[in-house]
């Protein structure tokens, strides 16, 4: 099983530029998460969903949009960047049975300048 | 509201020193799971444990050991004998009941210097 993979691994956008982060997983999980590092700090959540066609806002979502056509994708849209959105972003899922941990992917590193 | 706090930024032990991390959390859940995850330099996130809210037996698994105590809402970490492999961030984590809210704490960067 290839587990939680994410694309790109890396990516410099310029201001005001759109993309999209790729999440898959393999797993058959319901739930999916969206996730943000910044240096020094924990990680934020973004956006959650937990199952296909329902997604929800997590603590910090503005500037960025989510979809969950399918049970295996979960991308993360970001419509106009800003170098606020420098960071980390990892993806994870999990299934829905009470408390079983998450696996999360191995990361994007974005820079926005 | 759910928080995780780790209120040590930084540790930094030689080796073979014991060493302890702290988790403090804030949940109104009755039923809850708590998480301990390692960041080493590479950057991806390593799962350690998971404990439920109506667990606290403590465990113990080679030089890690956890302490969860739920009257004073903490969940503590412990590596014995630390080793410079253990060189990494350490996060703990917070599963609300329903599934939806996987909150972490800002995490405690342990240096192990030989």
């Known amino acids: 099983n290839a587990g939680v993979t994410q694309t790109p691994k890396f990516r410099i956008l310029k201001i005001g530029q759109s993309m999209t982060l790729q999440c898959t997983q393999d797993m058959n999980h319901n739930y999916m998460y969206w996730y943000r590092q910044d240096p020094g700090m924990g990680l934020k959540l973004i956006y959650y969903?937990?199952?296909?066609?329902?997604?929800d806002k997590g603590e910090v979502p503005n500037g960025y949009n989510v979809s969950r056509s399918t049970t295996e994708d979960f991308p993360l849209r970001l419509e106009l960047a800003a170098p606020s959105q420098t960071s980390v972003y990892f993806c994870a899922s999990r299934t829905g049975t009470s408390g079983i941990r998450a696996f999360f992917g191995p990361g994007t590193r974005l820079t926005v300048l | 509201a759910q928080k995780v706090t780790q209120a040590q930024t930084e540790i930094s032990v030689v080796e073979k020193e014991d060493v302890t991390l702290d988790c403090v959390y804030e949940?109104?859940?009755?039923?809850?799971?708590l998480f301990w995850y390692k960041q080493p330099p590479s950057g991806e996130l390593v799962f350690l444990i998971r404990?439920?809210?109506?667990?606290?037996q403590n465990e113990i698994s080679g030089r890690y050991s956890w302490n969860f105590q739920k009257s004073t809402s903490s969940f503590n970490f412990t590596i014995t004998a630390s080793q410079v492999v253990d060189s990494a961030v350490y996060f703990c984590a917070l599963l609300n009941q329903a599934g939806t809210a996987l909150i972490f704490g800002k995490g405690t960067t342990l240096s192990v210097s030989s």
């Open positions: 949940t109104r859940d009755t039923t809850y799971y």
């Open positions: 969903s937990v199952g296909a066609g329902i997604t």
């Open positions: 404990r439920n809210s109506f667990d606290e």
